[in-house]
C-alpha cells in the first residue's frame, strides 16, 4: 500500500472556474452531524462526529462530539419534527457549548413554546 500527501493551495473544476481554496473548503465541511429519535428510548439513527446523545428530559438532549472542537465559538444548526400531521417543531439551544458537547430543546412551537420529544432531531456543526 503506497501513501501519497496531495498538497494544493486552490482547487477548480475541470473548466479552470469555481476555484476554492483549501481553507474554504476545510471551514465550510461540517465537522459533526447527528440525525436522532427523540422518543422514548433516545438513540441516533446515523451520526459522524458524534460518540453518544443524553436524555436530559422532555426534548432536552446533550450531543457529544467524538473529536473536540478547538474553541466554543461553533456554529450549530438544527431542526426537529414530529408526523406530517404534526410538524410544528423547533430546535433551540442552549447557552452551554463547551468543546466536546452542545445541548438542544425541540420545542412545540403554538401559541406559548414548550419543551416536547420529537422524532426527528437532525444537528449539524460548523467552525474550527
Not at 450549530?76 to 417543531?89: N, W, Y
Request: with cysteine; glycine share 10%; proline share 2%.
Amino acid at each position: 500500500l503506497i501513501m501519497s500527501t496531495l498538497k494544493v493551495n486552490t482547487i477548480q473544476n475541470a473548466s479552470g472556474g469555481n476555484a476554492s481554496t483549501v481553507d474554504n473548503i476545510q471551514q465550510g465541511i461540517a465537522k459533526a452531524w447527528v440525525n436522532f429519535n427523540g422518543t422514548g428510548t433516545i438513540a441516533m439513527r446515523d451520526s459522524f462526529n458524534v460518540s453518544s446523545i443524553t436524555d436530559n428530559g422532555t426534548g432536552d438532549t446533550t450531543i457529544t462530539l467524538t473529536n473536540a472542537m478547538s474553541n466554543t465559538n461553533y456554529a450549530v444548526t438544527g431542526a426537529s419534527g414530529q408526523s406530517s400531521t404534526d410538524p410544528f417543531r423547533i430546535l433551540g439551544l442552549y447557552n452551554s457549548f463547551t468543546t466536546t458537547t452542545f445541548r438542544v430543546l425541540s420545542q412545540f412551537h403554538g401559541d406559548a413554546p414548550y419543551g416536547r420529544d420529537s422524532e426527528l432531531n437532525c444537528c449539524a456543526v460548523f467552525g474550527d
